[in-house]
Structure formats: structure tokens, C-alpha cells
């Protein structure tokens, strides 16, 4: 009965920045390993970032440098934030959370556009 939302994408211009979130809703006091993915127009979904529950991060080499996940177990919130944004970031974006349980949770995703 876990729920993710994400929130935050939109419309931004090449070289631009957006930060998206995402809240987990449920009975979980933490976030456990959150991940971001993405999927664009016919292409293979892909790992962006991910973030353990102790706190260890992981950035595909496409976003390094660009890209940060991070959490914030207050709030029940994993964050991704862009910088540097390029036209092949097109997207969906969309969150995984994994508490352990028989299965992952996904979001329903939130459409970035990178565009002039």
C-alpha cells in the first residue's frame, strides 16, 4: 500500500536546471532505495541514479556531473536534481522505491523536456 508520487518536470531550455521529487506515501518512516529512471521516445529504460538506505549514491555516467540524488527522511522524499540540462535528457522520468518487500514500487513519471 505504498504509494510514489513524482513532481517537478516540465519544460526547460538546454543548459537549464530542474529538481524533481519524489514522495513516498505510506505506512514506511524511510525511503529505504529510491531510484530514478528514465525512458525516452524508443529507447530502453534506463538506471539515472539511485540511493541506498544507508545513504550510498549512484550516477550513470551520462548524467555524472550534472545530476544529484538525494533524500530526505523527514519529508519521506527522494530529490533529483539537474543541472546542465541537454535535449537528450528527454524523458520521462520516473521513481523505484524497494523496501524489501515481494516487490519494487514505481511512480506513474513525470515528462521532462529539454527544448529550445
Known amino acids: 500500500q505504498v504509494r510514489l508520487v513524482e513532481s517537478g518536470g516540465g519544460l526547460v531550455q538546454p543548459g537549464g536546471s530542474l529538481r524533481l521529487s519524489c514522495a513516498a506515501l505510506?505506512?514506511?518512516?524511510?525511503?529505504?532505495?529510491m531510484g530514478w529512471y528514465r525512458q525516452a521516445p524508443r529507447k530502453q529504460r534506463e538506471l539515472v541514479a539511485r540511493?541506498?538506505?544507508?545513504?550510498?549514491?549512484y550516477h550513470a555516467d551520462s548524467v555524472k556531473g550534472r545530476f544529484t540524488i538525494s533524500r530526505d527522511n523527514a519529508k519521506n522524499t527522494v530529490y533529483l536534481e539537474m543541472k546542465n540540462l541537454k535535449p537528450e535528457d528527454t524523458a520521462v522520468y520516473l521513481c523505484?522505491?524497494?523496501?524489501?518487500?515481494?516487490?519494487?514500487?514505481w511512480g506513474q513519471g513525470t515528462q521532462v523536456t529539454v527544448s529550445s
Open positions: 540511493i541506498t538506505s544507508d545513504g550510498h549514491t
Open positions: 523505484n522505491g524497494d523496501w524489501g518487500l515481494a516487490r519494487t514500487y
Open positions: 505510506g505506512m514506511f518512516s524511510s525511503i529505504g532505495h
